[in-house]
């Protein structure tokens, strides 16, 4: 079983809609959890850092955290074609201090 | 944030020869990191640069390889050494930063190795 699991898409939505990203981890003692934005030919860009179960929202963004269910996930609302990316989830293991990564999911926003 | 630089932004070169890869961050940072990235793939780290002592290398890679410095708290290098096509890859440092211990990542270096 890979540490950081995620779909890896692709998935599209229509502009306006609600784009919902998975995880899931191996390590139940991991406390900090991570999503990056990577478009095409650029480096990660953080969007949003979760450490407590249930929700945290910046914006349109909102991510969510079950640490029973070993289960993170980002919901992007209004979605834009400018959020067409891939989205990296990522978990500090209770092992170390660097980020252990998951393979991305491809989202594409249609106008 | 953290304002991270990286040298070369790309390079073209050829099996067998070695490029060094420099990271600079715009104040001093405890934790850096390299981190490769293939084609179409998600990042994988190398290892973890260590100011005053040796890198300390994740399975897979060594030393020999993928020789690391880091004189001081801002600054550090990566060394691909005699390389192969299957270098080809975007090598991307890393720094932590804030009191939620935040990771963040320079431009990248995008290597081609023919």
């Known amino acids: 079983q890979k540490e950081v699991e995620q779909n890896s898409g692709p998935l599209s939505v229509p502009e306006g809609a609600i784009a919902s990203l998975n995880c899931t981890y191996s390590d139940r003692g991991s406390q900090s959890f991570f999503w990056y934005r990577q478009y095409s030919g650029k480096s990660p860009e953080l969007i949003m850092f979760i450490y407590s179960n249930g929700d945290k929202e910046d914006g349109r963004f909102t991510a969510q955290l079950n640490k029973a269910s070993q289960y993170v996930s980002l919901l992007i609302r209004d979605s834009q074609p400018s959020d067409s990316a891939t989205y990296l989830c990522?978990?500090?293991?209770?092992?170390?201090?660097?980020?252990?990564f998951g393979s991305g999911t491809q989202l594409t926003v249609l106008p | 944030s953290a304002v991270i630089s990286q040298k070369p932004s790309r390079d073209i070169c050829q099996r067998g020869t070695s490029l060094t890869i420099q990271c600079q961050v715009d104040?001093?940072?405890?934790?850096m990191f390299w981190y490769r990235q293939q084609p179409g793939q998600s990042l994988t780290l190398i290892a973890t640069a260590n100011q005053g002592s040796e890198a300390t290398y994740e399975s897979g890679f060594v030393i020999d390889k993928f020789p690391i410095s880091r004189p001081n708290l801002t600054f550090s290098t990566l060394t691909v050494s005699n390389m192969s096509p299957e270098d080809s890859s975007i090598y991307l440092c890393?720094?932590?930063?804030?009191?939620?211990?935040?990771?963040?990542f320079g431009p990248g270096t995008r290597l081609l190795v023919l």
């Open positions: 890393s720094v932590v930063r804030g009191a939620e211990e935040t990771q963040y």
């Open positions: 990522a978990v500090v293991l209770s092992s170390a201090r660097q980020l252990t």
């Open positions: 104040s001093q940072v405890t934790m």
